[in-house]
């Protein structure tokens, strides 16, 4: 018989106990490298960035305006969320409401574009057929709408459109007096409603050369006659002049005439 010694010395070196040992020790490995990967990212993270971040979205989610501008990693400015973009996704929000309950749908569009959010009016909402003068049911419209205008503090484009039907008229000798007759007019009655600052206002007419749809059909030119009020995005705002010293000039010195 063998002694309990000679058992122990003739037992497999890859036993039972061997095993667990062996699983054990891959699990302590690999929870330490998951420690040290984790204290690599950790050490990698822009703390302030990530603060300056934090911090901007808090402010736009409670409608402050946000610190300004933030810095990456190399130094870099990188801009701050800024408030302009949820305001105006608001006022598309309330827009939509306001044509939604007067059944304008159809009538009345407002889409964000790269330049900014922009209120489309087909013609018939604001005018009679090849006139600039705005209806009482207009002037009531853009009243609902410049009180929506009002705060904000970009600026307005006011851009008027008509179809290719030939107009030659007293008041209009083609497409371009009438597209932006309407557009002045409708520029002033934003002022006179509420008050907008004229500063903040320009109109502009484009006749018939840019139109949405081809001017093949009638369904068509409706669509291509209409009024856009752009609330211009404040990066754009540089392509608006700047109001000029002249301008203080004219109301210092009524001699001065346009």
Same mark, same amino acid.
């Given at each position: 018989?063998?002694?309990?010694?000679?058992?122990?010395?003739?037992?497999?070196?890859?036993?039972?106990?061997?095993?667990?040992?062996?699983?054990?020790?891959?699990?302590?490995?690999?929870?330490?490298? #998951?420690?040290?990967?984790?204290?690599?990212?950790?050490?990698?993270?822009?703390?302030?960035?990530?603060?300056?971040?934090?911090?901007?979205?808090?402010?736009?989610?409670?409608?402050?305006?946000?610190?300004?501008?933030?810095?990456?990693?190399?130094?870099?400015?990188?801009?701050? #969320?800024?408030?302009?973009? !949820?305001?105006?996704?608001?006022?598309?929000?309330?827009?939509?409401?306001?044509? %939604?309950?007067?059944?304008?749908?159809?009538?009345?569009?407002?889409?964000?574009?790269?330049?900014?959010?922009?209120?489309?009016?087909? !013609?018939?909402?604001?005018?009679?057929?090849?006139?600039?003068?705005?209806?009482?049911?207009?002037?009531?419209?853009?009243?609902?709408?410049?009180?929506?205008?009002?705060?904000?503090?970009?600026?307005?484009?006011?851009?008027?459109?008509?179809?290719?039907?030939?107009?030659?008229?007293?008041?209009?000798? %083609?497409?371009?007096?009438? %597209?932006?007759?309407?557009?002045?007019?409708?520029?002033?009655?934003?002022?006179?409603?509420?008050?907008?600052?004229?500063?903040?206002?320009?109109?502009?007419?484009?006749?018939?050369?840019?139109?949405?749809?081809?001017?093949?059909?009638?369904?068509?030119?409706?669509?291509?006659?209409?009024?856009?009020?752009?609330?211009?995005?404040?990066?754009?705002?540089?392509?608006?002049?700047?109001?000029?010293?002249?301008?203080?000039?004219?109301?210092?010195?009524?001699?001065?005439?346009?």
């Amino acid at each position: 018989m063998l002694s309990r010694r000679n058992r122990r010395e003739t037992e497999p070196e890859g036993g039972p106990g061997m095993e667990r040992w062996l699983l054990t020790y891959s699990d302590m490995i690999t929870l330490l490298m #998951i420690f040290f990967i984790m204290m690599y990212v950790i050490s990698n993270v822009n703390t302030e960035k990530f603060k300056a971040l934090a911090d901007n979205l808090s402010m736009v989610l409670r409608g402050a305006p946000p610190s300004g501008i933030m810095q990456d990693g190399s130094g870099s400015p990188v801009p701050a #969320i800024t408030g302009e973009a !949820a305001q105006m996704a608001e006022l598309e929000k309330e827009l939509k409401e306001f044509i %939604s309950k007067e059944h304008l749908t159809g009538q009345i569009s407002v889409q964000m574009e790269e330049r900014g959010l922009v209120v489309s009016f087909q !013609a018939t909402v604001l005018f009679d057929r090849g006139s600039a003068e705005l209806t009482p049911e207009a002037k009531r419209i853009i009243a609902v709408l410049s009180a929506k205008l009002k705060n904000m503090p970009n600026y307005l484009r006011v851009e008027g459109h008509t179809c290719n039907l030939p107009i030659n008229t007293p008041l209009f000798p %083609s497409n371009w007096e009438l %597209s932006t007759a309407r557009a002045t007019n409708v520029v002033e009655e934003l002022i006179a409603s509420s008050g907008i600052p004229a500063n903040r206002l320009s109109a502009t007419g484009y006749g018939e050369y840019r139109p949405l749809y081809p001017n093949d059909s009638e369904s068509n030119r409706q669509m291509n006659r209409r009024i856009d009020i752009l609330i211009l995005k404040t990066k754009y705002a540089q392509v608006e002049p700047e109001q000029g010293s002249n301008t203080e000039t004219n109301k210092e010195d009524p001699g001065v005439t346009n």
